[in-house]
Structure formats: structure tokens, C-alpha cells
């Protein structure tokens, strides 16, 4: 059974920093590529109110970012350590959210991680 368990949210003014950390068991983590997600905050069964995915790393290292997060947030990962890590400098508002790690094109989820980034 695949575990996976996000920590590091929390509260910050704008321009602060966070590191989120998601812990992997139950899987071979070293050859999953591995991504982070985000839901802005209202009513999550409002349409149009979906995840972005923030970043994403492969089994090799390479990544990915969404426009939005490109030069502030840094995905990396710790095979021996099954985990992976975002990030997160220059935070702005827009970037609160619940923060979710996950297994790329898979089920496996995370129970998210609440971010709030206040003006």
C-alpha cells in the first residue's frame, strides 16, 4: 500500500519561504517521477477550481514548473531518504493553497498540506 505524507505548510507573509517535504512508503520511490500539486482555496466541487500541478521531478532529476512558480519554487528529491522536497522563496498570496504530493499519472495521493501566504 502506497503512503504518501506531505509536511513543512504552514504561514507566511509575502516574500517568506517554505520547504514541504513528502515522504513515500510502500513503493520503489527511486523510479517514480514524483510531482507536487496545489488547490487554490474555495468550494474544491466548484468547477474550475482544480489542482495545478506546480512541479514535477523524474526518477533521473529532470523538472518541470508551471509558469506561475518558475525562479521562486525548486523541486528536489532524496532517494535514500524515499522523498521529495518543494521549495518555495518569494511567496506571494496567489501561491496559498493546499499543497499535494503525488505519484505522476497515478492514484497514489498525499493528504495535502495547507499553505497561506498573507499580504
Known amino acids: 500500500q502506497v503512503q504518501l505524507v506531505e509536511s513543512g505548510g504552514g504561514w507566511v507573509q509575502t516574500g517568506g519561504s517554505l520547504r514541504l517535504s513528502c515522504t513515500a512508503s510502500?513503493?520503489?520511490?527511486?523510479?517514480?517521477?514524483m510531482v507536487w500539486y496545489r488547490q487554490a482555496p474555495g468550494n474544491q466541487r466548484e468547477s474550475g477550481n482544480q489542482?495545478?500541478?506546480?512541479?514535477?521531478?523524474?526518477?533521473?532529476?529532470?523538472?518541470n514548473y508551471a509558469d506561475s512558480v518558475k525562479g521562486r519554487f525548486t523541486i528536489s528529491r532524496d532517494n535514500a531518504k524515499n522523498t521529495v522536497y518543494l521549495q518555495m522563496n518569494s511567496l506571494k498570496p496567489e501561491d496559498t493553497g493546499v499543497y499535494y504530493c503525488?505519484?505522476?499519472?497515478?492514484?497514489?495521493w498525499g493528504q495535502g498540506t495547507q499553505v497561506t501566504v498573507s499580504s
Open positions: 489542482r495545478e500541478l506546480v512541479a514535477r521531478i523524474s526518477s533521473g532529476g529532470s523538472t
Open positions: 510502500g513503493t520503489i520511490f527511486s523510479i517514480r517521477t
Open positions: 503525488a505519484i505522476y499519472r497515478s492514484a497514489s
